[in-house]
């Protein structure tokens, strides 16, 4: 080997192209962002500085932070029921579809990640024409059971249309903890089930003492992920409620609060300095919601090695 | 071994708990599919019956196709699609490389740089986004949506492949180099076809949110001549509300695409996601 360290041009090559797209599209654009927050914009159509006045508008202005509460509030409702509701079907779902020689395992989990794979333009109408009155198929199919008086216009009531929403994104992200969880459940080796056998612990209680803590890992990471998607939706919202998120704001998330402040909606005037501080905000948010999980969460959580 | 002991009455009730969850998940597809191909009459009569020889009828899909550029929206969604696609892959594939197989001061550093975007999520950074298209002149583009994507999907695909890329063996690779091969050369003949698995997952992972977004096109690109199917279809059916002939079949038309592509793409993706965990 020669002595001198030549520069390895290649490694330079290699990393080059993708370390140039992603910092100027993704990285610059995020800290040109929280600097817009600080700005605002004179009547004389200038930047002006103005530290963290933005912020202190956001929270504390109360024709501002009367929306943004709500939103917030709405968003953190909406994550509940996603934990409450998505997660434990997906991986009861996993769970049997783990168990060994499982017919039609295939095409169980084929036709249970389909609803993941369409737009949220199409769930989002589907959705809208089903729970229609108009329609009435699902009066319609109430009426079946005996249930017709539980029938109500769920979506345009202020009481039920975001858990309605919720329920119908619940439904249709439900194959990614499903598969995330049946992948984990693989890797459980067969020795750790047998061993369990012998010593009588099967079914249920089998799932809950061997199972369960063996996949921790895999549910906090799916939780981090329904956390950080769940305050970034808008698209579903957006389609079947409009900007304006209605009835009475009533589903108003911070996506579409965003969105309606940046870009503006109907009356209302876009505002993009007023909006990055949204972005901002929402980026903390997020921030503050991974490092609770990265350094609260993760680090206690026990890995076990085969 | 394992297996005798599943009882008869545990397999029925697993079977029962699946196929009721299958169809919760396929019944509102199923509706919408069948009601397209029905007369106005027949939707509202009998939602759930199967279209008949008396109740069949087009005119949804005539009206669809009249109305809306669908062609031109698929077009436009596809080469987006596809460029990003092929984007994130090479550049993806090539950063997961240079970070798997080389030691050199900053290693760390970068991988951990590029994973940041993984949590992090794009979409709050358009307001910038949308200044920077702006002043490039790329407002309206379909370049704008390549390049946004490219950066969106790149931390995800350099982490799952760079995991996959420290799977090939050295043996390999340091025969190649006995043999007088470059290092790109190496990269491209030996190593990329051989994670060319790991890249059909990450293919899936990334074409799914981009066939699918809403807010980028929206933004940066909501022109006629530029729409994606995700937004026109969305516009059209805006329009439409009250025309249900022409909703349903919009909606169908829009399923169909990718139902194909996730059916022909499934199984690449399932031994994909479930590699590594194969005993």
């Known amino acids: 080997m020669s002595g001198r360290r030549q520069i390895r041009w290649h490694i330079a090559v290699f990393l080059a192209p993708a370390v140039l797209v992603y910092t100027a599209i993704m990285i610059v654009p995020l800290f040109g962002t929280l600097n817009l927050s600080l700005f605002n914009q004179t009547p004389e159509r200038t930047k002006e500085f103005v530290g963290l006045s933005n912020f202190r508008t956001l929270f504390g202005d109360p024709r501002w932070s009367g929306a943004f509460w709500n939103a917030l509030g709405n968003n953190a409702w909406f994550f509940v029921v996603h934990m409450l509701v998505q997660n434990p079907i997906g991986i009861l779902l996993a769970a049997l579809l783990s168990s060994p020689r499982l017919r039609m395992a295939a095409f169980y989990r084929t036709a249970i990640f389909i609803p993941t794979i369409l737009s949220f333009v199409i769930v989002g109408f589907v959705w809208k024409l089903i729970l229609s009155p108009i329609w009435g198929i699902a009066p319609g199919m109430l009426d079946v059971v005996g249930l017709k008086s539980l029938f109500a216009p769920w979506l345009g009531k202020e009481d039920y249309a975001l858990t309605a929403l919720a329920l119908v994104s619940v439904w249709q992200f439900v194959g990614i903890p499903m598969m995330l969880i049946y992948a984990a459940l693989l890797t459980i080796p067969d020795e750790v089930l047998e061993a369990a056998e012998m010593d009588g612990i099967t079914g249920m209680s089998q799932f809950w003492k061997i199972k369960l803590p063996l996949i921790l890992p895999s549910v906090g990471i799916i939780s981090i992920l329904t956390f950080v998607g769940n305050f970034n939706a808008f698209d579903l919202i957006y389609v079947a409620q409009g900007a304006l998120a209605g009835p009475d704001f009533s589903t108003d998330i911070l996506g579409t609060f965003l969105y309606r402040t940046f870009f503006g909606f109907q009356l209302q005037l876009g505002d993009p300095h007023m909006g990055a501080t949204i972005a901002t905000a929402m980026f903390g948010i997020i921030l503050i919601g991974v490092c609770i999980y990265l350094f609260g969460i993760q680090t206690r959580l026990r890995r076990y090695q085969f | ?279």
């Not at chain 2, 020889?53 to 005119?59: A, E, N, Q, V």
């Not at chain 2, 001061?105 to 200044?131: F, S």
Request: glycine letters at 6%; charged letters at 10%.
């Open chain 2, 1 to 279: 071994m394992a297996q005798a002991r599943i009882s008869a009455g545990q397999s029925i009730a697993a079977h029962a708990v699946l196929i009721t969850y299958t169809l919760i998940a396929l019944f509102p597809v199923f509706v919408i599919l069948i009601n397209s191909f029905k007369s106005r009459k027949a939707i509202f009569a009998e939602p759930l019956a199967l279209p008949t020889r008396d109740t069949f009828d087009l005119i949804g899909y005539t009206t669809v196709l009249k109305q809306g550029d669908f062609f031109g929206y698929f077009q436009n969604s596809m080469i987006v699609t596809v460029a990003s696609l092929f984007f994130v892959l090479i550049f993806g594939a090539m950063a997961a490389f240079a970070l798997s197989e080389y030691r050199f001061r900053g290693n760390l550093l970068t991988g951990l740089y590029l994973a940041l975007g993984i949590m992090i999520p794009i979409r709050l950074g358009t307001v910038a986004i949308l200044e920077l298209m702006v002043a490039s002149g790329l407002v309206n583009t379909l370049m704008a949506l390549i390049l946004v994507y490219t950066a969106q999907g790149l931390p995800l695909a350099v982490f799952i492949l760079s995991e996959f890329m420290k799977q090939v063996s050295d043996d390999l690779k340091n025969a190649g180099r006995v043999d007088g091969l470059s290092e790109y050369t190496i990269f491209f003949r030996l190593v990329l076809p051989l994670v060319r698995p790991a890249m059909a997952t990450v293919a899936v992972f990334t074409m799914i949110p981009i066939w699918n977004d809403l807010w980028f096109p929206l933004i940066l690109a909501p022109a006629e001549s530029v729409k994606t199917i995700t937004l026109g279809s969305q516009v059209f059916i805006g329009q439409f509300v009250t025309n249900w002939n022409a909703v349903l079949a919009a909606l169908s038309l829009a399923i169909l695409p990718v139902l194909v592509l996730y059916l022909i793409f499934s199984r690449q993706l399932i031994r994909g996601i479930t590699a590594g965990a194969v005993k």
